[in-house]
């Protein structure tokens, strides 16, 4: 069964710190790029940043450039996401997802397989 698992979000403080992961299994995760999304209550679901099979690149939105960083290990089929210097506008569900093999990294259209998100609050 395919399957994506997001665990470690939870609340904390303006400028502080939290690490995500996505445990995943191994058809999903196997030779896939991935990426996290993000979605705040009344607002589109967004891209926040994204890493290619080998780890080789990654990308991220503006507002999270120099603050997260995605990472993989994938002798444990598991996607990271560290956030530092954490802001109120941070604040979100976080999603991971798996990619398909067509379209570019930001777009939901290019993800296939998603997990069921893990709540992220950054109190100011």
């Known amino acids: 069964q395919v399957q994506l698992v997001e665990s470690g979000g939870g609340l904390v403080q303006a400028g502080g710190s939290l690490r995500l992961s996505c445990a995943a299994s191994?058809?999903?995760?196997?030779?896939?790029?991935m990426g996290w999304f993000r979605q705040a209550p009344g607002k589109e679901r967004e891209f926040v940043t994204a890493?290619?099979?080998?780890?080789?690149?990654?990308y991220y939105r503006d507002s999270v450039k120099g603050r997260f960083t995605i990472s993989r290990d994938n002798a444990k089929n598991t996607l990271y996401l560290q956030m530092n210097t954490l802001k109120p506008e941070d604040t979100a569900v976080y999603y991971c997802?798996?990619?398909?093999?067509?379209?570019?990294?930001?777009?939901?259209?290019?993800?296939?397989?998603w997990g069921q998100g893990t709540q992220v609050t950054v109190s100011s």
């Open positions: 191994g058809r999903t995760f196997s030779g896939r790029g």
């Open positions: 997802a798996a990619r398909t093999g067509r379209g570019n990294n930001w777009s939901r259209d290019s993800y296939e397989y």
């Open positions: 890493i290619t099979w080998i780890g080789g690149s990654t």
